[in-house]
C-alpha cells in the first residue's frame, strides 16, 4: 500500500509582524502566487446554504455580461462546478497525485474544466481526512493556474469555499479575495455561522486586501432576522433569492439556473443574479462589520 506524503508548503514566506488574528500560527502568502488584475471574490457560509449553487449561477451572470470568468471549487466533495460541467471533475489533488506531485508534468487540460457560457472549472479538493490543510490545497491550485498564465486571461474568479471557517485552512482564500460574500438564509444557524465567518474575514484583513462584500439570502422568503442582525453588527444584504422549487430541480437536471424552462420566477431569480454580477463588478465598499459575542446571538434571535 502507498502512502502520499503531502511536500511542504511553497508558497509561504516568514510569518507576518501582525498575526491574522490572536494566537495565530497561519503564515502570509508569497505575493510572487498573487491572482493579478483579475476581481476575485470568496463565497462563504454555512454547510448546505446553497453556495455551490450561488457560486455556479453567478458566474453564469458574470460570463452572461461578457466577463472571462473562472471557479474555484474548495470543498473535498468536489461538486461545486457540477452543474457548470455536467459532472464531478477530478480534482487538483487527485491530478497532482497521479504525477507523483510533479506540477510541471500537468497541462492545463489536466485541471481546467470548460463549464456553461465559457466559464472555466477548477476544483481543488482538499486532502485525505485527518492528515492535511486545506489551505496546502488553495495554495497550491493558485500556485498551477498562475504557472499556465490562466489567471492573467481571468476578469474574474469565485472560491466556493466549504461550511463554516473552522481554521485558517479554510480562510486560506480570503487571502487572495477582495471581497468575501456571505451566503445565508434566514434562520437562527445560518446566521449563527455568519457571525463566525465575519470574525475571520476581519481577521484576514489585518494582513491582506479582502473586505467584506454583503450578504446574499438564499431559499428565504422572509428576512426578517437577517435584517435584525445586519443591522446591529453592520452587514447589508446585496441580493435575495427565495426558496424555490426550480432551484432544487435545477440540480437534479444538472444545470445552472439559466438553463432552465423559462418562468415568470425563473426570469426573476437569474435577473437578481445578473443584478448582483453587475453591482460586483461595478465595485463595492467594504463593510465596517463588528461580530457579536455567541451569546449576544442566542439573546438576539434565540429568544421571544
Not at 437577517?226 to 435545477?250: C, E, I, Y
Not at 454580477?277 to 446571538?297: N, Q
Amino acid at each position: 500500500m502507498t502512502t502520499t506524503t503531502f511536500v511542504p508548503l511553497s508558497s509561504v514566506r516568514t510569518p507576518p509582524k501582525r498575526p491574522d488574528g490572536e494566537g495565530s500560527v497561519q503564515v502570509a502568502l508569497d505575493p510572487s502566487v498573487s491572482i493579478g488584475t483579475a476581481k476575485v471574490f470568496a463565497v462563504y457560509g454555512k454547510g448546505g446554504i446553497g453556495k455551490s449553487t450561488t457560486s455556479s449561477n453567478l458566474s453564469v451572470a458574470f460570463s452572461k455580461l461578457g466577463k472571462r470568468v473562472l471557479q474555484i471549487g474548495c470543498d473535498p466533495k468536489h461538486d461545486s462546478t457540477f452543474t457548470l460541467t455536467k459532472k464531478l471533475v477530478p480534482t487538483v489533488i487527485d491530478v497532482l497525485e497521479s504525477v507523483d506531485f510533479h506540477p510541471e508534468e500537468l497541462r492545463v487540460e489536466d485541471f481546467v474544466y470548460p463549464g456553461y457560457n465559457g466559464v472555466m472549472c477548477v476544483e481543488a479538493g482538499g486532502p485525505p481526512a485527518g492528515t492535511g490543510c486545506g489551505g496546502y490545497v488553495v495554495g497550491q491550485t493558485v500556485k498551477l493556474l498562475k504557472e499556465h498564465h490562466l489567471l492573467e486571461e481571468t476578469d474574474v474568479v469565485i472560491f466556493d469555499v466549504l461550511g463554516d471557517v473552522v481554521c485558517g485552512g479554510f480562510a486560506a482564500p480570503l487571502q487572495h479575495a477582495d471581497r468575501a460574500l456571505i451566503v445565508t438564509a434566514n434562520d437562527f444557524d445560518s446566521i449563527f455561522a455568519m457571525n463566525r465567518i465575519i470574525a475571520a474575514i476581519q481577521a484576514k484583513s489585518k494582513n491582506y486586501k479582502v473586505r467584506v462584500g454583503g450578504v446574499i439570502a438564499n431559499r428565504s422568503n422572509a428576512t426578517d432576522q437577517l435584517d435584525k442582525f445586519n443591522n446591529v453588527v453592520g452587514l447589508k444584504t446585496m441580493a435575495r433569492f427565495p426558496d424555490l422549487d426550480v432551484v432544487r430541480r435545477s440540480r437534479l437536471k444538472k444545470s445552472t439556473l439559466f438553463e432552465m424552462e423559462p418562468s415568470p420566477e425563473l426570469e426573476a431569480v437569474q435577473k437578481e443574479y445578473l443584478q448582483l454580477a453587475a453591482r460586483l463588478w461595478a465595485g463595492t465598499d467594504p463593510l465596517e462589520v463588528t461580530p457579536m459575542k455567541d451569546r449576544e446571538i442566542f439573546d438576539l434571535l434565540g429568544f421571544d
